[in-house]
Each structure stands twice: as C-alpha cells, then as structure tokens.
C-alpha cells in the first residue's frame, strides 16, 4: 500500500457550510486538482461518502488497484475522504473504489466532480485543468442589456451531435468546429442565443444528454473542456448568448454514476415514492439533504462562472414540484400539509434562484414547467420561485393544434389561438417550439401544416410571425428555420441539402428577416411580460379566422399593428380599429414573394379615418394576404 499523503482543501468554515447546504462553490474543493505540496506535483482527492469503510484511488497510474492509495477519513463526521498523491497529473484516468459498510459492498464510482470523463462508453474520470484565457472580456461587461427581460432574445436550441454531421466520416463536429460553423450560422440567421440541450457529461446517447453521470464535465464526444470554452468564447466573441439545458430533477442508476453512490442512498431520495421517476426510469435527488443541494447549485453556479454560460434552462420542473408526478393513487404521499407539492424542491429551487441571481445578477434562469403552478418566475421575496422565464407550454399546445387543422375548419376553433392571451402576464413567458415537439412521431413542424406545398409553407411562416409578434421570449428547434420535412433524428444531421430547392431557402430567409425585424422593433420586446406591451384590436373575427393587436414599447411613436389571417383566402379591405389618428405604413409582411409568398401587400402610406372600429375611434383598411401575417407601423 502506498501512502496517501495527509491534505486538505477545506477549512473548517468549508466542512460547516457543506453540512449546512450552504456551501456554493463545491467545485473548489471537491474533485482532482493538481497541487504541488513540499516541492512535489501531484493530486489532492476528494470526495463525500459518509457511508464508506474505505475509499482508494484507483487509475491507470497504479494499474487499477484496490487499496494502494487509500484516501483518508475527515475526523469532523463531515463524510469526507481526502488525499495528496504525487505524481498524478493531468490527463490521469481515474476512479474511486468504495468499500461501503452496508453489506461490504465496494463499487467503483467516477468522481462526481470530475472536471472531464472519458469518452463513452468508458466511465473513468479524467485529472483535469486548463487556463483557458477568455477573450469576451467586452459581452461579460455588456451582458445584462443582452439578457435583460425587456431585450430582444430569440433562441436557437441545438442538440449538438446531430446539427450537422461530418457525414463522410460518420461522425459529430468537434467543440472546434463547431465554433465556426455554428457560430456564423447563428449569426446570419440574428438569432440573440444559442441553448444547448446537456453537455455534461452522460452515458448514453438515445438519452440526448439528459440523463447525466458527469455533472461537472463538458461531454468528451465533442473535444476538451477548454475547447468547449472556445465555442461559448466564440459565441460571445460574435454578440450571441448560450443557454445551457441543466438537469437537477433526476439521473440515471449507472453503475458508475451517483446512484448508491457509497453503498447507501447518497445523493437519491431513500424512499422510492420521491426517489424514483417512473417515466424515465432514473433516480430522484434528495431534495432534503443539505449536502445534496450544495451539490446541485455549486453545480449551477460552476457552468455560469467556469464556462461563462448567459443562463441555464431548467429541465423538468413540474416533475420535481408535484409528489404525484407520474404517479398513480397510492404511489405517492401527500406532504405535512396534506398537498401533492414537493415543499423540499420548492425550497430547493428558490434558494437555487437566489443564489443564482446573487452571484450573477446578468444571467437568466428558465423553467421547462408545463403546469399551473403560481409564480414560478416571480421573485422569491414575494412567494415566487425565482425563475426569469417560463416555457409557455400552453400556448405551444393550443397553437400547434390549431395550425394542424385544415383552415375551413379553424372558425371554430378561434378560442386556440387566443386563449394564450388570457394568461399571457401572469409569468414571464418563453414560447417553445422545441426538440420535444418533432419526435416520436409527432412529426416536423413544417409536416403538421396542412394543405398543399404552398400552404404548408405559408402556414409555417404565419406560425412563425404569430409567435415572434405574440408577447413573451422566443425559442425555436434548429431545422424549424428552414422547415425540416422529417421528423428529428438524434443520429442524423439535419437535412441541410433541403436548402437547395427554394421553398426551403425561402423559408431560412424569412426566420432570418422575421429575427433582424424582432430585434429591431422594441414594441415586440420592451414589455413582453406586460399586459401594458399588448392592446386587442380584435380577437372576435372568427368567421375569417383574423386576429388582431397592437404591440407597444416605451415609446409610442415606436408601436406596430399585427394582423394574422389564418386562411387562403385575400382581404382586399379589411377594416382594423385604432386608437389614434395618422397614417400606417407596412413594415413586415410573410407573403413576401421573396419568402415565397404570393405578394399581396399593402403598398405606400394607409391613411387612417375617423370611423369608429373594434370599439375604437379610428380604422383603416388594409390588405390582409392569404396565410399571412401584417405589420404596420404608425407613421
């Protein structure tokens, strides 16, 4: 047995607030970090097992084998087993072997604060440091008006191994390419961010990156931790945001993963009723567990510091507030109170939130929460969660079931397209249409139109100027900008050849034009999540499926008119009411034959009258193009 050298990272006010799930910053003393001690480089270990008889260090710099480095026992019962091995540098592959005291059972675990894995399907750890030098100096500083909720933010979600491929080798663009690639494609399509589905570090690849083992290593599929600073240098280099898709809700049993992690229910709640999901067969965290929580915001806090990430979208959220997610009669038990609330992840999610929002006042944090659950983005010093946005699931619901139906049947159902409306101030709202709408045979967005080539296509650029002129934040699919025709698949690159035949090109021009438009028209931005951003003019048209409103920002002189009508059919001299006098001129219109459109346009000044409409003083007539959507501009 080789000695492990006596050594710690931590002071005693560290042991203190790691007891106390108070400790955010884990990921400095936790882990492999290479020191030099008395003269000597080497590794200091640590990890947390309070359940362990014994913990070695095992790797490929002492042939795998148990017990000759055994890390020592902290004295202060604070489950901590540490050690300094010289010698051991970066690039060392690595692993614990536990030998726990429930029923001897030893197993080997990768290091849950490893700062890189090996690529799977092997599960060793890797020593790891970089001093990766950013040069993003000018977006960090600038960054608040970036992701501030009253700017523009549409965003493009990518899963990064199927985005586009390097098809004749049959493999995914490297972190390094993709800084490239990526990065210009984002910028000349005028998107404001990137989210990226998880990068941390997981085990297997139909999962898509969301059931995770390595919670603070970028994946090894797409290159080094450092080269994955790049790309987010890169973005930021270019004016672009990055979202990261972040996973507290659950994680998967893998043998090598955090699942009895010392023989004893560590890091999962023990009871399987909120420890186990049943939808996706993966282990629950234990809410309740000081250091558990510590784990999971130092986890946060590291992507948003080390990585310099603008914001982290929350992944199943309704999942870790309701007891009976999932669950059917007598699977679950009521809290103290007799509620189906998880009060332990309610109380789990505000302090994340608020840690979050105290260490980085200029990020955002987003909830994928599909339920009614009250206030998730309002501050938590008023009885909210703390989000800065929440997916509007009930808009994505409702709008993509009615743009499925055929158009003469859409009069009926004018109630799908407005009801959003009702609720649409009630949370600071993020419209989806995400990677969870085109797969396991829900089709592609552009497929779920109906009608004819023509209509399609129409129907997807209404659909598409709808959302960017409805109130709240913008989040699109990548191949959804060109209207991918085939459903997603995780193992494919997009389509991009579509971009040979017009239709499809056409259709990228328009989301570029349609996100250059958002970002310059403050009225669809600056009060989003205000019913004061948003005037019906007419919701009530239902027999020509129209819909109308006005858009408004800080400055009047800035608000635009939107027109949506949901048929083939042309207009000539549709009446709008309006609230002031003047004229209106167009500034947007999706059935631009440059987009593919038909070219029905309302041409030079519309001058207004006083003639009441819709309730208000003034009207005009306008043309409303077939499947089209209308934006005038007061003038």
């Known amino acids: ?31 492999a970090h290479i020191i ?9 270990f640590s990890v947390w097992a309070p359940s362990a008889k014994s913990v070695s260090v095992i790797g490929d710099f002492n042939y795998w084998t148990e017990g000759e480095h055994v890390l020592n026992v ?7 087993w540490e050690g300094f091995i010289p010698n051991v540098g970066k690039g060392t592959h690595y692993k614990y072997k536990i ?6 059972i030893v197993t080997e675990k990768a290091d849950p604060f490893a700062r890189r894995s090996e690529h799977p399907p092997k599960t060793a750890s890797v020593v790891w440091e970089d001093d990766y030098e950013w040069e993003d100096s000018n977006w960090m500083k600038n960054r608040k008006k970036n ?12 899963h990064l191994g199927s985005w586009k491929r390097k098809i004749e080798e049959n493999r995914f663009l490297s972190y390094l390419e993709l800084a490239d690639e990526l990065v210009s494609y984002v910028k000349e399509m005028n998107f404001t961010h990137v989210e990226l589905m998880p990068v941390m570090e997981f085990p297997y690849d139909p999962s898509w990156g969301y059931q995770i083992t390595g919670y603070f290593a970028p994946t090894s599929r797409f290159g080094y931790p450092h080269e994955f600073k790049y790309l987010v240098d890169k973005l930021h280099q270019n004016g672009i945001g990055i979202i990261l898709d972040w996973v507290p809700s659950h994680f998967p049993e ?24 049943p939808d996706w067969k993966s282990l629950i965290f234990n809410y309740s567990r000081n250091e558990v929580r510590a784990f999971l915001i130092s986890n946060a806090i590291f992507w948003l510091d080390q990585f310099h990430a603008d914001g982290l979208r929350v992944d199943a959220v309704a999942s870790m507030l309701f007891l009976d997610y999932s669950r059917e009669e007598g699977e679950w038990e009521p809290n103290q109170y007799g509620g189906n609330e998880n009060l332990d992840a309610v109380s789990f999610l505000k302090e994340l939130n608020e840690e979050v929002y105290k260490s980085f006042p200029d990020v955002q944090t987003i909830a994928e929460e599909s339920t009614a659950f009250p206030m998730v983005s309002k501050p938590t010093f008023i009885g909210g969660l703390g989000f ?6 009930g808009w994505m619901h409702d709008v993509l079931q009615y743009f499925s139906k055929d158009p003469i049947y859409r009069k009926h159902h004018q109630n799908d397209i407005t009801f959003s409306l009702a609720y649409a101030f009630t949370e600071n709202f993020m419209l989806p249409l995400s990677h969870d709408e085109v797969v396991y045979g829900k089709r592609s967005i552009l497929s779920k139109m109906p009608g004819d080539e023509w209509q399609r296509f129409a129907n997807l650029r209404l659909l598409y100027g709808f959302m960017y002129t409805h109130p709240g934040t913008k989040l699109l699919f990548m191949g959804g900008e060109f209207g991918q025709y085939e459903e997603w698949n995780f193992q494919k690159s997009l389509d991009w050849n579509l971009l040979d035949f017009y239709p499809h090109k056409n259709t990228q021009n328009y989301f570029k034009e349609l996100n250059k438009f958002y970002r310059n028209t403050p009225a669809l931005y600056e009060k989003g999540f205000s019913g004061n951003g948003f005037e019906w003019i007419s919701f009530e048209d239902y027999n020509n499926s129209v819909i109308s409103y006005i858009r408004k920002g800080y400055d009047e002189k800035e608000d635009v008119v939107v027109v949506c009508n949901f048929t083939p059919s042309t207009h000539q001299k549709y009446k ?10 167009e500034v947007f219109n999706s059935d631009n034959k440059k987009f593919g459109g038909t070219g029905v346009l309302n041409t030079g000044e519309i001058t207004i009258k006083k003639k009441s409409w819709n309730y208000k003083q003034y009207s005009a007539d306008i043309i409303l193009p077939p499947l089209g959507v209308t934006v005038l501009k007061f003038k």
């Open 1 to 31: 047995m080789t000695k492990v050298k006596v050594y710690s990272l931590f002071t005693d006010f560290d042991i203190n607030l790691f007891k106390s799930g108070k400790h955010f910053r884990l990921y400095e003393k936790f882990g």
């Open 36 to 44: 030099t001690l008395d003269g000597v480089k080497g590794t200091y």
């Open 74 to 80: 902290r004295w202060d019962e604070s489950g901590i």
């Open 99 to 104: 030998q726990s005291f429930h029923d001897n």
């Open 147 to 158: 992701n501030a909720l009253d700017a523009p933010y549409s965003v493009y979600e990518v």
């Open 254 to 277: 893998d043998v090598h993963g955090l699942g009895l992690f010392d023989g004893s229910y560590l890091y999962e709640h023990p009871d399987s009723r909120k420890g186990y999901h």
């Open 388 to 393: 800065g946005m929440k997916w509007m699931m």
């Open 576 to 585: 709008i009411g309006l609230p002031k006098k003047g004229k209106l001129i």
